[in-house]
């Protein structure tokens, strides 16, 4: 009697652990891979000016559109960024997933979509490794609204004469990035006291232009790691990110955010990672 309810209670635990694990798989396929979250950070510097004070930028990062990111989330997107008003919005590569059959209909759909998004400055883009396979990549961005920085700079002004200096590096990965090119300008004098951000795709290429001692980079790619234990982090990093994953590094005088992203890469799943964009609020220190 005791030997037969010994394996009743082991095949009721065997089903109870296998109950367990579909429920997690399914709640990492279908629930942890959609909503989106909002990361707010305020961001303090001296070389903030008066006029860029309170100035709010948000960040969206790695679509990946067509894995598990389909057209109600880009409009879902959409309304959430222009919910927060931002000054400018920076997108930070990877619009489509590799595996993605990418044809003139879809990137038409998306160039419209993204046209709608508002902000009061700019909207900035960069290219992504998995961008340089797209065709006319940057003509979709730009007829979206959007001036891509691919090895450029450009100066942000507002309420003032004193500029942002804003600069955008192509992806390492797709070896295509060129630092001293970009930031070369960096060492005039009349940008040294400017407020510098670096957006790029990469993380891990943070220390190809360390040296250049800007305030403020923007990047993406490491979706954080994708699956997450709490207290361990990212289980799986990956190229271009296995150095910086998470979600903030403060590295001498700069600070480095790191975007989840909105979609997954690779596989189709999340895990205490929701897709998420950054709103990040500039203040004078």
């Keep these: 009697m005791e030997e037969e309810r010994s394996i009743s209670n082991g095949k009721l635990f065997f089903i109870i652990?296998?109950?367990?694990?579909?429920?997690?798989?399914?709640?990492?396929?279908?629930?942890?891979?959609?909503?989106?979250?909002?990361k707010e950070y305020p961001v303090y510097n001296t070389n903030i000016t008066d006029n860029f004070d309170g100035l709010k930028i948000v960040q969206f990062s790695d679509l990946l559109y067509g894995r598990t990111v389909n057209k109600s989330d880009v409009d879902k997107l959409v309304t959430k960024i222009n919910e927060l008003k931002p000054d400018i919005?920076?997108?930070?590569?990877?619009?489509?997933?590799?595996?993605?059959?990418?044809?003139?209909?879809?990137?038409?759909?998306?160039?419209?979509?993204?046209?709608?998004?508002?902000?009061?400055?700019?909207?900035?883009?960069?290219?992504?490794?998995?961008?340089?396979?797209?065709?006319?990549?940057?003509?979709?961005?730009?007829?979206?609204?959007?001036?891509?920085?691919?090895?450029?700079?450009?100066?942000?002004?507002?309420?003032?004469?004193?500029?942002?200096?804003?600069?955008?590096?192509?992806?390492?990965?797709?070896?295509?990035?060129?630092?001293?090119t970009t930031l070369s300008p960096l060492k005039e004098e009349q940008y040294q006291d400017c407020y510098k951000i670096v957006i790029t795709h990469e993380p891990d290429s943070y220390d190809k232009f360390k040296d250049y001692n800007v305030d403020l980079v923007l990047s993406g790619h490491s979706l954080n790691g994708q699956v997450r234990v709490p207290f361990v982090?990212?289980?799986?990093?990956?190229?271009?990110?296995?150095?910086?994953?998470?979600?903030?590094?403060?590295?001498?005088?700069?600070?480095?955010?790191?975007?989840?992203?909105?979609?997954?890469?690779?596989?189709?799943?999340?895990?205490?990672?929701?897709?998420?964009?950054?709103?990040y609020r500039l203040y004078k220190k």
């Design 17 to 38: 652990f296998i109950l367990l694990i579909i429920s997690t798989v399914l709640w990492a396929r279908f629930i942890s891979t959609k909503g989106l979250i909002v």
């Design 89 to 180: 919005v920076v997108f930070t590569g990877n619009l489509f997933d590799k595996d993605t059959i990418v044809n003139n209909n879809l990137k038409n759909d998306i160039e419209k979509k993204l046209s709608k998004i508002n902000a009061k400055l700019y909207k900035f883009a960069i290219y992504g490794n998995l961008d340089k396979k797209i065709d006319n990549y940057d003509i979709l961005m730009k007829n979206a609204g959007f001036t891509v920085l691919s090895n450029s700079s450009d100066l942000v002004y507002y309420n003032g004469t004193a500029p942002i200096f804003v600069s955008g590096l192509d992806s390492m990965l797709a070896n295509s990035m060129d630092v001293d």
């Design 233 to 279: 982090g990212a289980i799986k990093n990956k190229k271009g990110s296995l150095k910086y994953n998470n979600a903030y590094y403060k590295i001498g005088n700069t600070d480095m955010y790191i975007s989840g992203g909105i979609g997954t890469s690779n596989y189709s799943f999340r895990w205490f990672n929701k897709p998420s964009i950054n709103l």
